[in-house]
């Protein structure tokens, strides 16, 4: 027995830290330990952070550059389609119809999917969306002269809206996604950054246009495979959508939630912000009459300068150099979205443009001989646009709206912008019609030409001021302000927590003991009561 005893007070005097047996640290050796040892897994778990946060941003800005470059290859690629015989003539009515039917898919999906968003998970949603794009294109690139009873444009027609819909979808779920998985310090950056990357799909757009033109020799693969592409980034990053269903969503929203108590609580929470979803949906709805409408048009811009030519190759090139003139715009928007701020950005933007459009149209005469510096103003319109509004009315729903309702009133209001966008569409349609019906304007092409496009430029310009209005008056700014429930992934797990106990242990005896001072700010954790006497230590407070 007697050499039991002094084996058991020399196995009690000693302390495993890790996989090293050590003698019990000094008070001030515990103190030094700890400082390092919390430290090391701060950085180790902001590390990881880091890294998980970026992974969404990768993944969700992947699919919009998908969605983009999928929007906008269609008008070039119905342009090669004209070069082939598919028994059926592409007249200006169906080229219409089958742009129109994506605008109609995306906001049938935008308004779907923000629903299911909120009541079925984030997880779900976000993968749907992306196998939707992905078969919808592929379906279009496979399209036939004849199928299921339907000729090759009304197939382009069915699919695109399928398309839509999913590409609709992303936008309230990747806004989503994004946001709850961002600190608020960078949550509006890591937002502009995923939509950010619509102006790289337009980019790549107008360069695999380029490509298919002058390597593919085959006219009927030429759109085809234009149209394919589309879904290469989508597909790369498929894999990597099946991300843990978000947490902010789970602990705010409950996971045993029914779905009709969730279903009661998004029309509850949507009528309790009904005015910030006005502010948000109007200024995305002005904000896409402008954009889609300038957009389409692009085309008689330039043919009104009268330096542009009709061919495919020739609008291919004049679109390519539009998009990166605006691309500086998404630069600046990320860079300057902490800040400026949202509400002053968007403000910014409306601004420019309403200016730019303003200049143009007045002295719409003297810039046409002036061809560098009037195609330098309307690319600066794109540059205003998407410095301000195009960013911003992304960023601002996926913040200002609750956890249960967040999803939902981010795809009302998107739905409302593609709204716009229609009427957008619709309406500088008939105004270019007023002065050359049918498109056919006569002997007097040119002149007639110019009156249209000049009374965009008016309309625009007006419309960028109600914008402008619409911003100061009823959109609601968000300061660097957390989400209701944001998952606190800094937060330090300990990954020996039996190390950490004996640690702190050694500084409250040292403490009590008078051995050392208490650090300042350093608070004295509970004791667990002695088995000799039952009393337990009251913790300590912090300076």
């Known amino acids: 027995m007697s050499s039991t005893n002094p084996s058991m007070n020399t196995s009690s005097s000693m302390k495993r830290y890790g996989s090293k047996l050590h003698q019990k640290p000094t008070p001030e050796e515990a103190v030094e330990r700890l400082s390092h040892y919390h430290a090391a897994h701060h950085h180790f778990h902001r590390a990881k952070s880091v890294m998980r946060r970026s992974g969404r941003i990768l993944i969700a800005g992947a699919g919009f550059l998908a969605d983009s470059y999928d929007i906008f290859v269609i008008n070039l690629a119905l342009q090669m389609m004209r070069q082939n015989d598919y028994g059926v003539p592409l007249t200006p009515d169906i080229q219409s119809t089958v742009s129109l039917m994506t605008v109609v898919g995306a906001l049938t999906g935008q308004i779907l999917f923000g629903v299911c968003g909120d009541i079925i998970g984030r997880k779900w949603t976000f993968i749907s969306t992306a196998a939707l794009t992905i078969i919808g294109t592929i379906l279009q690139a496979a399209a036939q002269p004849r199928m299921m009873g339907l000729n090759i444009w009304q197939q382009l027609m069915l699919f695109r809206f399928f398309m839509g819909v999913g590409v609709g979808g ?146 291919a090139l004049t679109n390519l150099f539009i998009q990166l003139m605006a691309m500086p715009g998404y630069v600046c928007g ?168 004996e640690l702190e242990e050694a500084v409250v005896e040292g403490i009590e003991m008078g051995k050392l001072q208490k650090p300042e700010g350093y608070v004295i954790p509970p004791r667990q009561p002695s088995a000799s006497n039952g009393v337990q230590v009251a913790s300590g407070t912090k300076q």
Not at 335 to 347: D, H, P
Request: hydrophobic content about 50%; glycine content about 10%.
């Open 334 to 501: 990320v860079l300057f979205m902490e800040s400026i701020g949202r509400k002053r950005l968007q403000m910014i933007g409306f601004t420019g443009e309403m200016i730019i459009f303003a200049i143009m149209a007045i002295f719409y005469r003297e810039l046409k001989g002036l061809t560098g510096l009037f195609v330098f103003l309307y690319a600066l319109t794109f540059f205003f646009d998407d410095f301000g509004p195009n960013l911003t009315t992304f960023v601002i729903p996926a913040e200002i709206f609750p956890t249960a309702a967040r999803a939902t009133c981010h795809g009302l209001s998107a739905a409302s912008g593609k709204a716009g966008a229609a009427v957008g569409g619709a309406a500088f349609l008939k105004v270019t019609n007023m002065f050359c019906p049918g498109g056919v304007c006569g002997d007097d092409h040119q002149h007639l030409l110019d009156k249209g496009v000049r009374a965009v430029f008016i309309i625009c310009s007006c419309i960028a001021f109600v914008g402008l209005l619409w911003t100061k008056f009823l959109v609601d700014d968000t300061p660097h302000e957390s989400l209701a429930y944001v998952e606190d992934a800094d937060a330090i797990e300990p990954a020996l927590p039996g190390e950490v106990e």
């Open 170 to 315: 992303e936008y309230p779920m990747a806004s989503t996604v994004t946001s709850e998985g961002s600190s608020a310090a960078h949550r509006g950056r890591n937002l502009a950054a995923v939509f950010s990357m619509q102006g790289v799909g337009r980019v790549l757009c107008g360069i695999v246009i380029l490509f298919s033109v002058h390597v593919i020799t085959d006219t009927n693969w030429q759109w085809r495979f234009s149209i394919l592409f589309g879904a290469i980034p989508m597909m790369a990053c498929f894999r990597f959508r099946w991300i843990p269903e978000s947490e902010t969503f789970m602990e705010d929203v409950g996971e045993k939630t029914p779905p009709s108590e969730r279903l009661y609580g998004i029309m509850m929470a949507v009528w309790d912000n009904r005015l910030k979803l006005l502010g948000t949906a109007g200024a995305w709805f002005i904000l896409d009459v402008v954009f889609y409408g300038n957009s389409l048009f692009s085309a008689d811009v330039t043919e009104a300068m009268g330096g542009a030519n009709k061919t495919l190759q020739g609008n």
